[in-house]
C-alpha cells in the first residue's frame, strides 16, 4: 500500500519561501515518477513540478525559477523548494506518485502566501 505524506506547508509572506516534503511508503520509490500539484479555492487542481526516476524535471510556466523539484531516493522523499513565493501561490500543494497507469495521492499541505 503506498501512503504519501505531505509536509512543510504554512503561512509566509510574499517573496518568501517554503520548502515542501513528500515522504513515500512502500516499494520501488526511486523507479516511479513524481510530482506536485495544486488546488487553490474555486479552482482546479494544477500541475506544478515533475521529475522522473532518472531526474528529469518539468515545470508550470508560473513557476518556472522560483520553484524547484528534487528526490532523495534513500529517503523516500520528494521536495519542492518555493522562492519568490506570490499571493497567487495560495494553494493546497498535492504530492503524487505515478504507477503506470495509476496515481497516488497524498492529504495536502497549504501553502499561505500573504501580500
Known amino acids: 500500500q503506498v501512503q504519501l505524506v505531505e509536509s512543510g506547508g504554512g503561512l509566509v509572506q510574499a517573496g518568501g519561501s517554503l520548502r515542501l516534503s513528500c515522504a513515500a511508503s512502500?516499494?520501488?520509490?526511486?523507479?516511479?515518477?513524481m510530482g506536485w500539484y495544486r488546488q487553490a479555492p474555486g479552482k482546479q487542481r494544477e500541475l506544478v513540478a515533475t521529475?522522473?526516476?532518472?531526474?528529469?524535471?518539468n515545470y508550470a510556466d508560473s513557476v518556472k525559477d522560483r520553484f524547484t523539484i528534487s528526490r532523495d531516493n534513500n529517503k523516500n522523499t520528494v521536495y519542492l523548494q518555493m522562492n519568490s513565493l506570490k499571493f497567487e501561490d495560495t494553494a493546497v500543494y498535492y504530492c503524487?506518485?505515478?504507477?503506470?497507469?495509476?496515481?497516488?495521492w497524498g492529504q495536502g499541505t497549504r501553502v499561505t502566501v500573504s501580500s
Open positions: 521529475i522522473t526516476s532518472r531526474g528529469s524535471t
Open positions: 512502500g516499494r520501488g520509490f526511486s523507479i516511479y515518477a
Open positions: 503524487k506518485q505515478d504507477r503506470g497507469s495509476i496515481g497516488y
